[in-house]
């Protein structure tokens, strides 16, 4: 069998190894690169290059040795024609973001906690994310998979969360199975299962962050929480806040503990927290490292209402906080009846809805009981809710706003008619416009006053005359065109 040239060459001998030890040893000392000795071998040649051998650690060598190996490495990189990149590939995931890390260039990532907070905060769906993660990707920036954050969700929100059926009732007249206009569908209602707990959390991490607050009058020994309620986007919601923090109004502080896709009726609200009814009971008797929780509630008029069980804004008794009447309420304060200021309480709304409900439950009859028609879905009392200022103080601008335009509209209407009766110059503006046309529609009402005073004088001449008078006729017809015009250019508005 015919042997291979590598097989040929024979083993270096001692002497000879000693000779070419000598012979490095001088080419390494007057070449003109002393770490490099090009050899002619065939078709490629053969280059050696000089590595000293390390006697000390990374770590235990200094900066500049540390930077002279980085140079003979980069080197090496460089006549073996690889990439830095494809090194780093080759290491197991810990140590190249440790060996990244170490130098400082760290690629931009987000971790699975930061991914997932930002998808809360946005509120975004699977497929808003889907576009966010491949934007992201074509910055060279790395997300978590899906998979990892359902993993970290449900650790997250733990056991806190059920789905359950519940029973909701919808307005449908043309349905064959309304019932006086309503129908009955069962739907999944999202709860958090043990409130009280919930709640406790989320003071913890209030408390581990430093971000629990006692401002505008809180007392030292008290939590305050509010339970506040809204529907929007065909969705009831059910939220509760932590006050001791410094925005309790806002988004982030606000955590939903039930939804439901149904109006929030009284019935509908009813039915989906039964079970959390006596949670509320519970929050309000439970103490935090010695401090007590006091729940308020909240949310819009018409929620506030149905909480408190009256019929709303527009009966007898209005108030949810006093039995005042609608008419009393239009009286400057001190002109009010001081009895009608008597306060609900929650053994007045049971006596008044027990009394209600014997008398047959009519909604026509509900005057007579305070307007106390609903059954109570929380223990918490009527001075307990927050009065809706907000909604309260944007009816009163509307209203305000309403007024000063009717004002301002009068009073345009005034101005029009001073400025047509001077000899105005008539713009190509669409004031002055308005103003030259109610010029003449004046003018036109003098002329009509002069033929009036004509036609009173025609009526006495030809009163004892069988003959109608022609131009009576006339003005009897041209009279009623007048006074509608007129009426169309003072309801006109003015822009």
């Not at 609900?344 to 007579?368: A, D, N, P, V």
């Not at 305000?400 to 001073?418: K, S």
């Not at 009766?421 to 503006?429: E, M, Y």
């Amino acid at each position: 069998m015919k042997k291979t040239k590598k097989e040929n060459l024979k083993k270096l001998k001692p002497f000879e190894r000693a000779q070419m030890n000598e012979y490095l040893r001088r080419h390494f000392a007057h070449a003109d690169d002393p770490d490099r000795l090009d050899v002619p071998s065939g078709t490629r040649p053969l280059l050696y290059h000089r590595i000293p051998i390390n006697t000390k650690t990374a770590d235990e060598a200094s900066k500049s040795t540390l930077r002279r190996r980085a140079k003979l490495g980069e080197m090496i990189r460089n006549i073996s024609q690889s990439k830095l990149s494809h090194e780093l590939s080759r290491l197991p995931d810990d140590k190249k973001a440790a060996e990244c890390k170490e130098a400082g260039v760290c690629a931009p990532h987000f971790t699975p906690m930061e991914d997932l907070a930002m998808r809360s905060y946005a509120g975004l769906t699977l497929v808003q994310y889907d576009k966010v993660k491949r934007f992201e990707a074509t910055k060279g920036i790395k997300c978590t998979s899906l998979h990892t954050q359902r993993a970290l969700k449900k650790s997250v929100v733990g056991d806190f969360l059920e789905t359950r059926p519940c029973q909701f009732t919808f307005k449908d007249d043309e349905s064959p199975y309304s019932i006086n206009g309503y129908v009955t569908k069962a739907l999944p209602v999202c709860i958090v299962k043990d409130l009280t707990k919930f709640t406790l959390q989320r003071i913890d991490k209030k408390a581990k962050f430093g971000s629990l607050t006692w401002h505008g009058g809180i007392p030292e020994d008290e939590i305050w929480v509010k339970i506040t309620g809204d529907k929007g986007g065909g969705s009831t919601k059910l939220g509760i806040q932590l006050v001791n923090v410094e925005k309790p109004n806002a988004p982030t502080n606000t955590k939903i503990f039930c939804q439901f896709e149904a109006s929030d009726s009284h019935r509908n609200l009813k039915s989906a927290l039964s079970d959390t009814a006596p949670q509320i009971d519970e929050l309000k008797s439970t103490k935090w490292h010695g401090k007590t929780m006091i729940v308020f509630g909240g949310g819009d008029y018409d929620f506030t209402a149905k909480m408190n069980r009256i019929a709303g804004a527009s009966g007898t008794h209005p108030c949810y906080l006093c039995l005042i009447t609608n008419s009393q309420m239009q009286l400057p304060p001190g002109s009010r009846i001081q009895a009608v200021f008597t306060e609900r309480t929650l053994k007045h709304l049971q006596e008044e809805y027990f009394k209600f409900m014997k008398s047959g439950g009519k909604s026509s009859q509900q005057s007579k009981y305070y307007n106390v028609i609903y059954s109570a879905i929380f223990q918490i009392e009527p001075n307990m809710w927050v009065i809706p200022i907000l909604h309260i103080t944007l009816g009163s601008i509307k209203k305000i706003h309403v007024l000063l335009i009717v004002v301002a509209h009068g009073l345009g209407i005034d101005i029009a008619n001073d400025l047509a009766k001077l000899a105005w110059p008539v713009g190509s503006t669409q004031y002055d416009t308005y103003i030259s046309q109610k010029s003449e529609l004046l003018n036109a009402e003098e002329r009509s006053l002069e033929m009036f005073d004509e036609m009173s004088e025609l009526q006495e001449q030809n009163e004892n005359e069988d003959t109608p008078c022609r131009r009576y006729k006339k003005m009897n017809h041209v009279l009623p065109k007048l006074y509608r015009l007129r009426k169309s250019f003072e309801k006109k508005s003015l822009n």
